[in-house]
Nanobody, 117 residues
Framework: QVQLVESGGGLVQPGGSLRLSCDASRSIFFFNRMGWYRQAPGKERELVAA???????NYADFVKGRFTISRDIAKNTVYLQMSSLRPEDTAVYYC???????????WGQGTQVTVSA
């Protein structure tokens, strides 16, 4: 019923930018929180950024002002604008959406981001 479709990943040079999109099959207000996670080879999946239904935003420390999460309510879409990309940002990036009543968690298929010269 709930589907999250990610797009925008690819290969980018260090210092470059990418914008990831997460298209949800429901209004984003259906979810208490939407966010982006990433997982690099050999590492645990980690939260990158999250936006709550009320508009509050949380960022991981390693973002350091480089990434921006935003939403387009009319399009049921959440974005992750990534700038000043570093090789250590290389990972599979996953869209995540969570509900609270009832409790649920949904994931996209992931999109590969590779930062390399």
């Amino acid at each position: 019923q709930v589907q999250l479709v990610e797009s925008g990943g690819g290969l980018v040079q260090p210092g470059g930018s990418l914008r990831l999109s997460c298209d949800a099959s429901r209004s984003i207000f259906f979810f208490n929180r939407m966010g982006w996670y990433r997982q690099a080879p050999g590492k645990e999946r980690e939260l990158v950024a999250a936006i709550f239904s009320g508009g509050s935003i949380n960022y991981a420390d390693f973002v350091k002002g480089r990434f921006t999460i935003s939403r387009d309510i009319a399009k049921n879409t959440v974005y992750l604008q990534m700038s000043s990309l570093r090789p250590e940002d290389t990972a599979v990036y996953y869209c995540n959406a969570q509900t609270t009543s009832p409790v649920g968690a949904y994931w996209g298929q992931g999109t590969q981001v590779t930062v390399s010269a």
